[in-house]
């Protein structure tokens, strides 16, 4: 029993407890090295798409598929005749376009640190100049917009409001028409340029190649409400 209360004991039992706690430390601190995405809305999280672009190849390697939201081998995304993003095994993401194994039937967004890929979509679209994305929900800084579906894209300087009734400014128009609008999206630019209120007779669309666009969302299915944030910032 006396050996039991030994100084020697309890500098072991102290020297464990240590270790267990930097372990735990160690633990925590990769943890916060992990990208965190915002949460937004209903709980959907926004994600800052780095590169927004047509998909003219997608190359799944042998065994690939998507369980819980990541993918279980490396896939291989042609952007062009130059460029290829490769998407590692484990890698977070989500892929909902039917013609996957189809030249040009995809378009790839994706959050990047780099060239390594943190988390990616997938979705229908023929290649065109512009994408229609869902309406511009909040005028972020350094030329973010955050989009109804939770993609934080860039915009122009001067974004373009395609409707009858003028508006003052992106902020305004945001007010007016919230997830009812729509954005579009510069491919080459990587930026939105403009954004359209529900309804606008022809004589206005003057600036509207509609062949040119192609519509990625049913805007009016989308699940996240519009926010209560305050729109400050001006972008046009």
């Not at 190359?59 to 995304?77: H, N, Q």
């Not at 988390?119 to 065109?128: D, K, L, Q, R, T």
């Not at 509609?210 to 299915?221: G, I, K, N, P, Y």
Request: hydrophobic share 40%; aromatic share 6%; with cysteine.
């Amino acid at each position: 029993m006396r050996q039991f209360f030994t100084l020697r004991f309890w500098l072991t039992i102290a020297a464990l407890l240590g270790l267990a706690l930097a372990a735990v430390a160690v633990a925590g601190a990769q943890d916060d090295d992990q990208p965190t995405p915002e949460v937004v809305g209903e709980g959907r999280s926004s994600r800052r798409m780095d590169l927004v672009s047509w998909a003219y190849v997608v190359i799944p390697a042998e065994g690939f598929a998507m369980v819980d939201g990541r993918t279980t081998a490396d896939l291989a995304v042609q952007i062009d005749g130059t460029r290829t993003m490769r998407i590692a095994a484990g890698t977070e993401g989500e892929i909902d376009c039917p013609g996957l194994s189809v030249p040009g039937r995809c378009v790839v967004a994706a959050d990047l640190l780099g060239d390594a890929v943190l988390w990616f979509s997938i979705i229908e679209g023929a290649p065109s100049p512009t994408l229609t994305l869902p309406a511009v929900r909040e005028i972020l800084d350094d030329g973010w917009v955050l989009l109804e579906n939770g993609w934080e894209v860039r915009h122009a300087d001067v974004v373009d409001r395609l409707c009858d009734d003028e508006s003052a400014s992106l902020t305004e128009f945001i007010r007016t028409y919230g997830e009812s609008a729509t954005s579009t999206f510069n491919v080459e630019q990587q930026q939105i340029v403009r954004v359209t209120c529900p309804k606008v007779t022809p004589t206005t669309s003057t600036t509207v190649d509609a062949a040119s666009t192609t519509t990625l969302f049913d805007v009016s299915s989308t699940t996240v409400p519009p926010g209560d944030e305050s729109l400050d910032d001006e972008a046009g």
